[in-house]
T-cell receptor, first 116, second 117 residues
């Protein structure tokens, strides 16, 4: 069975500083990989996704993520954090052989706080 | 495009009553919708997979008689929490797949906050 680990439950960074959120997955092959962001009391918004090809993926709001097969990782990065980036971030994986009826598997999430 | 709505966004009910939550795909047809439950400061827990025209598939430990799911059309799935109790208070989120878009990408509704008194 596939699983997703987000080792950092809570991260605090200063506004303007760089950010990296970690995500490791366990799967027999390369899964489809996603990062979502959730503001308090809201649903999830897709930041970026990786299916195949270039391992550095650009997303919305200035985020990027790099797929590293050797490390089974898909870490999310942003060079300069804004106060509005404070939210909960979820990494998720999907099964490439899925017929279209399986849900994604989510990590436990990382709460990001941004200090002025 | 690919907008999913949920109604209501917030509901407060008395213990023992039933509550229906609607999930709609506004600009696409979704053959599959998913229902998640999220406790405070926790991740999303998949409750069930809703397939249009067939019975929902429930995850282990989720009572199908308590959480009734109906996916009667390609744009609407409903979750009914029957005889709700305080422990059912949670944030319920639905998502839908657009088969015309990329594989496995899910579009999430804004969630419904259920409080059972």
């Amino acid at each position: 069975a596939q699983s997703v680990t987000q080792p950092d439950i809570h991260i605090t960074v200063s506004e303007g500083a760089s950010l990296e959120l970690r995500c490791n997955y366990s799967y027999g092959a390369t899964p489809y990989l996603f990062w979502y962001v959730q503001s308090p009391g809201q649903g999830l918004q897709l930041l970026l996704k990786y299916f195949s090809g270039d391992t550095l993926v650009q997303g919305i709001k200035g985020f990027e993520a790099e797929f590293k097969r050797s490390q089974s990782s898909f870490n999310l990065r942003k060079p300069s954090v804004h106060w509005s980036d404070a939210a909960e971030y979820f990494c998720a994986v999907g099964d490439p052989v899925d017929t279209g009826r399986r849900a994604l598997t989510f990590g436990s999430g990382t709460r990001l706080q941004v200090q002025p | 495009g690919a907008v999913v709505s949920q109604h209501p966004s917030r509901v407060i009910c008395k213990s023992g009553t039933s509550v229906k939550i609607e999930c709609r795909s506004l600009d696409f047809q979704a053959t599959t919708m998913f229902w998640y439950r999220q406790f405070p400061k926790q991740s999303l827990m998949l409750m069930a997979t809703s397939n249009e025209g067939s019975k929902a598939t429930y995850e282990q430990g989720v009572e199908k008689d308590k959480f009734l799911i109906n996916h009667a059309s390609l744009t609407l799935s409903t979750l009914t929490v029957t005889s709700a109790h305080p422990e059912d208070s949670s944030f319920y989120i639905c998502s839908a797949r657009d088969p015309q878009r990329g594989p496995q990408e899910q579009f999430f509704g804004p969630g419904t906050r259920l409080t059972v008194l």
